[in-house]
């Protein structure tokens, strides 16, 4: 066995060191099995050595998807089930399950986690050899390492991620002159900007190794350093942000990090790898023994491939350690850090399903779920400690062959938390050019951007993001104050036939503007947002930029930071209908940004202001208001009585006016995952918090 097993999987391991031998009649029934103690000799058949330990389990999951295609070949009318024993798994490669995988409708392929053990296929490798030194850190070097055969910008040490080096060690730093272009990239992007002095030091080791962490309004771009000019303060990168705009600007007085500095080591459960060298130092946590810890560095970036794939279920495996490096030219993109790669990837592939799986520890996504795909379901899985989102379906570029459009796929009940460790702009679910999605009962937590994502297209032009379903989703803590310009729910472009409704969305923090619940950016349409609980935001419950007769009824939205109900742009068309909704807040604006003309609708909704009165723009109060702006018929100010709303309560006492307005009471205890899940393991935040 190349690894050393952790935690749950040590037990595992050790009770089927007990067992011994098991008898077939007692193993619940598989056509192949697969066990850290099996051979790929043997014939797969059976779930543990036999006593002569002749026959028994194969030990790679290779040798039996080899085994299965011989089956599916043979018996293209049978399913087929493959069991995997607890323990841990290194991938040499990349799995590809393709057409010669596949089931059939009536004959599926499955492949699980044996009945109540841990399984855990990894694209990592465990480090071992360490010394210790003089000052007690571990240090031992890896040759591949050196050669450049292998590079790796994760570390997982007993199950939890470990950092690189960074400086500050406390907050951020902050450019002095702002971002400005080399004639190289003249129009293409920033590669250069003012440092503080004393912030950037020529004279540290490797640095080309060392990375720039520029924070933009709504990304973040990681650009290593090319040279630093001492004199000037100057710091130029490799490579250049995304674009040379206004969001890719590298803003005088923006902040900024720097990461994988050598001399920076120095803090308890930080890393360094020295690429030239190999060498590889590590400062232990407290209690930590070379012997008795488990130290992992990915080596494959993807770990599971799904292409021409169908009728396929894996159920109850654990993937992890996925890899992600950044390229010499550095990472920049212009939203949402779509172009990250996933560790598990789905192309052209129909009616395949993850399910109650877990994906943890990568440095890149979850999920991916590309081009032409249908009807492919993740459920009930766990994706946490993610170097960027949780679940990517569709593709940026509009598809106008119906036959071949990425729809009808399904994410629910769903943990998705605790990432975005790498790439803080990434997103728990997104949708792309992709209609006819179910997003529902996930729980969406940790992140540092938008919780779920919705379209690909800016304004009014095409779009094939349409009649997507986001129901009953918790979302929470996100934002946590590092990025501007997000929303819990967040769409884009023209979109008829999506609906959100049932979802509970609080605690979303940006730093600067747009930190809304519910959020219609640019061209959304025909969009319908109903029976949502939004609370607790920066900016606004509900926002909308710009689009056209979105309908906004039966919510429930309250203590808006800045206001509860914000508009951007002015147009000559109706831009939403917001009606029956109740509005609750305590002495902060009521409406926000611009509610100038008249192409909107306001009307039987409740507004209760806990702290004073309910003034609408110029500080009219709702007679006045309906009187001078002709909105807002058949709306009533009165207290909604709510049990405990400054806790999260917002569950209607008895006498509620709320019914005055034809408020209908729904479920916000139905939001998020209708399965349990095991208590999180620690993991510390990824980015300085304001």
């Given at each position: 066995?190349?690894?050393?097993?952790?935690?749950l999987a040590?037990m595992?391991?050790?009770?089927i060191?007990?067992?011994g031998?098991?008898?077939?009649?007692?193993?619940?029934?598989?056509?192949?099995?697969?066990?850290?103690?099996?051979?790929d000799a043997?014939?797969?058949?059976?779930?543990?050595?036999?006593?002569?330990?002749?026959?028994?389990?194969f030990?790679?999951?290779?040798?039996?998807?080899?085994?299965?295609?011989?089956?599916?070949?043979?018996?293209?009318d049978?399913?087929?089930?493959?069991?995997i024993?607890?323990?841990?798994?290194?991938?040499?490669?990349?799995?590809?399950?393709?057409?010669?995988?596949?089931?059939?409708?009536?004959?599926?392929?499955?492949?699980?986690?044996?009945p109540?053990?841990?399984?855990?296929?990894?694209?990592?490798?465990?480090?071992?050899?360490?010394?210790?030194?003089?000052?007690?850190r571990?240090?031992v070097?890896?040759?591949?390492?050196?050669?450049?055969?292998?590079?790796?910008?994760?570390?997982y040490?007993?199950?939890?991620?470990?950092?690189?080096?960074?400086?500050?060690?406390q907050?951020?730093?902050?450019?002095?002159?702002?971002?400005?272009?080399t004639?190289?990239?003249?129009?293409?992007?920033?590669?250069?900007?003012?440092?503080r002095?004393?912030?950037?030091n020529?004279?540290?080791?490797?640095l080309?190794?060392?990375?720039v962490?520029?924070?933009?309004?709504?990304?973040m771009?990681?650009?290593?350093?090319?040279?630093?000019?001492?004199?000037?303060?100057?710091?130029?990168?490799?490579?250049?942000t995304?674009?040379?705009?206004?969001?890719e600007?590298?803003?005088s007085?923006?902040?900024?990090?720097?990461?994988?500095?050598?001399?920076?080591?120095s803090?308890?459960?930080?890393?360094?790898?020295?690429r030239?060298s190999?060498?590889?130092?590590?400062?232990?946590?407290?209690?930590?023994?070379?012997?008795?810890?488990?130290?992992?560095?990915?080596?494959?970036?993807?770990?599971?491939?799904?292409?021409?794939?169908s009728h396929?279920?894996?159920?109850?495996?654990?993937?992890?350690?996925?890899?992600?490096?950044?390229?010499?030219?550095?990472?920049?993109?212009?939203?949402?850090?779509?172009?990250?790669?996933?560790?598990?990837?789905?192309?052209?592939?129909?009616d395949?399903?993850?399910?109650?799986?877990?994906?943890?520890?990568?440095g890149?996504?979850?999920v991916?779920?590309?081009?032409?795909?249908?009807?492919?379901?993740?459920?009930?899985?766990?994706?946490?400690?993610?170097?960027?989102?949780?679940?990517k379906?569709?593709?940026?570029g509009?598809?106008?062959?119906?036959?071949?459009?990425?729809?009808h796929?399904?994410?629910?009940?769903?943990?998705?938390?605790?990432?975005?460790?790498?790439?803080p702009?990434?997103?728990?679910?997104?949708?792309?050019?992709?209609?006819?999605?179910?997003i529902?009962?996930?729980e969406?937590?940790?992140?540092?951007?938008?919780?779920?994502?919705?379209?690909?297209?800016?304004g009014?032009?095409?779009?094939?993001?349409?009649?997507?379903?986001?129901?009953?989703?918790?979302?929470?803590k996100?934002?946590?104050?590092?990025?501007?310009?997000?929303?819990?729910i967040?769409?884009?472009?023209?979109?008829p036939?999506?609906?959100?409704h049932?979802?509970?969305?609080?605690?979303?923090?940006?730093?600067?503007y747009?930190g809304?619940?519910?959020?219609f950016?640019?061209?959304?349409?025909?969009?319908?947002?109903?029976?949502?609980?939004v609370y607790?935001?920066?900016?606004?419950?509900?926002?909308?930029?710009?689009?056209?007769?979105n309908?906004?009824?039966?919510?429930?939205?309250?203590?808006?930071?800045?206001?509860?109900?914000?508009?951007?742009?002015?147009?000559?068309?109706?831009a939403?209908?917001?009606?029956?909704?109740?509005?609750?807040?305590?002495?902060?604006?009521?409406?926000?940004?611009?509610?100038?003309?008249?192409?909107?609708a306001l009307?039987r909704?409740l507004?209760?202001?806990a702290?004073?009165?309910?003034l609408?723009?110029?500080g009219?109060?709702?007679?006045?208001?309906q009187?001078?702006?002709?909105?807002?018929?058949g709306?009533?100010?009165a207290?909604?009585?709510f049990?405990?709303?400054?806790?999260?309560?917002?569950?209607?006492?008895?006498?509620?006016?709320?019914?005055?307005?034809?408020?209908?009471?729904?479920?916000?205890?139905?939001?998020?995952?209708?399965?349990?899940?095991?208590?999180?393991?620690?993991?510390?935040?990824?980015?300085?918090l304001?």
């Amino acid at each position: 066995m190349i690894m050393r097993l952790s935690g749950l999987a040590v037990m595992i391991g050790a009770a089927i060191g007990a067992m011994g031998t098991l008898a077939a009649s007692a193993a619940p029934r598989a056509d192949f099995y697969v066990a850290n103690n099996g051979s790929d000799a043997w014939s797969g058949k059976l779930a543990a050595p036999n006593r002569a330990r002749k026959d028994g389990p194969f030990a790679s999951p290779a040798r039996a998807q080899e085994a299965v295609r011989a089956a599916r070949a043979a018996h293209p009318d049978r399913p087929v089930t493959v069991l995997i024993r607890g323990g841990l798994y290194p991938l040499l490669a990349t799995l590809h399950f393709g057409g010669a995988d596949s089931g059939s409708a009536k004959a599926e392929v499955t492949w699980a986690a044996y009945p109540g053990e841990v399984p855990v296929l990894s694209g990592g490798r465990r480090v071992s050899g360490w010394q210790v030194g003089a000052e007690g850190r571990w240090q031992v070097t890896l040759p591949s390492v050196a050669s450049g055969a292998w590079n790796f910008g994760q570390l997982y040490v007993n199950g939890s991620r470990r950092c690189r080096p960074r400086l500050p060690k406390q907050g951020t730093y902050n450019v002095t002159t702002a971002g400005s272009s080399t004639p190289a990239n003249a129009g293409k992007g920033f590669d250069r900007f003012g440092f503080r002095d004393g912030d950037l030091n020529a004279s540290w080791q490797n640095l080309s190794d060392v990375e720039v962490l520029p924070i933009h309004i709504w990304a973040m771009s990681r650009l290593r350093i090319a040279n630093i000019d001492s004199a000037a303060h100057l710091v130029t990168t490799t490579g250049p942000t995304i674009a040379a705009a206004f969001y890719e600007e590298i803003r005088s007085g923006a902040r900024y990090l720097v990461e994988n500095v050598k001399e920076g080591l120095s803090e308890p459960g930080e890393w360094y790898l020295d690429r030239h060298s190999g060498e590889l130092t590590y400062i232990p946590m407290a209690g930590e023994k070379p012997a008795s810890t488990e130290v992992i560095a990915p080596l494959l970036d993807r770990l599971v491939e799904f292409a021409g794939a169908s009728h396929i279920t894996v159920r109850g495996i654990t993937f992890a350690h996925a890899s992600w490096n950044t390229p010499p030219q550095g990472n920049s993109f212009y939203q949402a850090e779509m172009n990250i790669p996933a560790a598990i990837y789905f192309e052209g592939s129909h009616d395949t399903s993850l399910d109650a799986d877990t994906i943890r520890n990568t440095g890149n996504w979850g999920v991916e779920i590309g081009a032409n795909c249908q009807r492919n379901t993740v459920s009930r899985c766990l994706m946490t400690d993610l170097g960027a989102g949780g679940v990517k379906i569709g593709i940026a570029g509009v598809v106008t062959d119906e036959a071949t459009l990425t729809s009808h796929n399904t994410v629910s009940d769903c943990r998705i938390v605790h990432s975005g460790r790498v790439h803080p702009a990434a997103i728990g679910v997104w949708i792309g050019q992709s209609p006819y999605n179910t997003i529902t009962h996930n729980e969406i937590a940790d992140l540092y951007y938008t919780g779920i994502s919705v379209g690909w297209t800016w304004g009014y032009a095409a779009s094939a993001s349409h009649h997507n379903e986001i129901s009953y989703n918790r979302i929470h803590k996100i934002g946590q104050k590092l990025l501007s310009d997000m929303g819990g729910i967040y769409n884009l472009g023209v979109s008829p036939g999506m609906t959100i409704h049932h979802n509970v969305l609080s605690d979303i923090n940006s730093n600067d503007y747009g930190g809304w619940g519910i959020y219609f950016d640019e061209g959304s349409t025909g969009v319908v947002a109903y029976d949502n609980l939004v609370y607790d935001t920066k900016s606004a419950p509900f926002h909308q930029h710009y689009g056209e007769k979105n309908v906004v009824r039966n919510n429930i939205f309250a203590l808006g930071r800045e206001a509860q109900l914000m508009r951007t742009r002015e147009e000559d068309h109706l831009a939403f209908t917001a009606e029956g909704n109740i509005l609750y807040y305590n002495n902060r604006p009521l409406l926000g940004s611009n509610w100038n003309g008249s192409q909107f609708a306001l009307k039987r909704n409740l507004y209760w202001n806990a702290g004073g009165d309910v003034l609408f723009p110029g500080g009219l109060k709702l007679a006045a208001w309906q009187q001078a702006r002709k909105q807002d018929e058949g709306s009533i100010v009165a207290d909604p009585k709510f049990a405990d709303p400054e806790h999260g309560d917002f569950t209607l006492k008895p006498g509620s006016s709320a019914a005055k307005i034809g408020f209908q009471p729904f479920d916000v205890k139905s939001a998020g995952p209708r399965v349990a899940f095991p208590k999180d393991a620690p993991v510390a935040p990824a980015f300085p918090l304001p």
